[in-house]
């Protein structure tokens, strides 16, 4: 079994839908991340967070360290907004364990 | 403009032969690291260096070799013992944020061993 699960695997949504992505771990952490790989393959940090919940324009990151779960919201989804969403926690140093993904996609 | 380059983009190799993959960053960081991304899973360790002149081994550290003599660079090799090499190659590099280490990310190496 992963130390760091994501569900779905795949998601297709129309544009204007709420979304949710699933991330659930088994260790101890410091603290979880939720990164965007584009289809060029580039790689941007959305979220880094601890406890409790952040926001930064329509994505929503929140965090539940007694149930190990994470949850990353898109609200009001758009066709840019495809990509693979990964999940990953930092528990060994400045080390990172990663999800598999999950691949986004938002038809118009 | 601070950031993390790779070259190449794309890169082909026969079988058999070593290749170099460049990774540099003008971010001031201390730690940097290689991972491999295969299709339908998550990212691999390579290799990782918190310091000049120091790295370890990740979670998949056969085939490949590393070094570390500048802060700004961390070469990858991918040696012809790795028995899989066609994957793609991302490097990193971090900082200790409040809150936990955030890393920041090259646009990858895509290598295909022919």
């Known amino acids: 079994k992963n130390e760091v699960e994501q569900s779905p695997q795949n998601l297709t949504a129309q544009e204007g839908e709420f979304i949710t992505i699933n991330c659930s771990y088994s260790?101890?952490?410091?603290?979880l991340h939720w990164l965007q790989q584009h289809p060029g393959g580039g790689i941007v940090s959305l979220f880094m967070l601890s406890s409790g919940k952040k926001k930064h324009g329509r994505l929503i990151a929140t965090i539940n360290i007694q149930e190990k779960h994470s949850s990353l919201h898109i609200t009001a989804s758009h066709p840019r907004d495809s990509a693979v969403y990964i999940c990953?926690?930092?528990?060994?140093?400045?080390?990172?364990?990663f999800g598999e993904g999950t691949q986004l996609t938002v038809n118009p | 403009d601070g950031g993390i380059t790779q070259s190449p983009k794309y890169l082909f190799r026969k079988e058999g032969q070593n290749v170099t993959l460049s990774c540099e960053q003008n971010l001031n960081h201390d730690a940097m690291y290689w991972y491999r991304q295969d299709p339908g899973q998550g990212l691999r360790l390579i290799y990782y260096s918190q310091i000049v002149n120091d790295f370890q081994k990740g979670d998949i550290a056969e085939g490949y070799s590393v070094s570390r003599e500048k802060k700004e660079s961390f070469p990858l090799t991918v040696t012809s013992a790795q028995k899989n090499p066609t994957a793609f190659y991302l490097c990193?590099?971090?900082?200790?944020?409040?809150?936990?280490?955030?890393?920041?990310f090259g646009p990858g190496t895509r290598l295909t061993v022919l």
């Open positions: 260790v101890g952490i410091s603290a």
């Open positions: 990953a926690v930092s528990s060994r140093g400045s080390r990172l364990t």
């Open positions: 990193a590099s971090s900082i200790m944020a409040s809150g936990g280490v955030e890393q920041f």
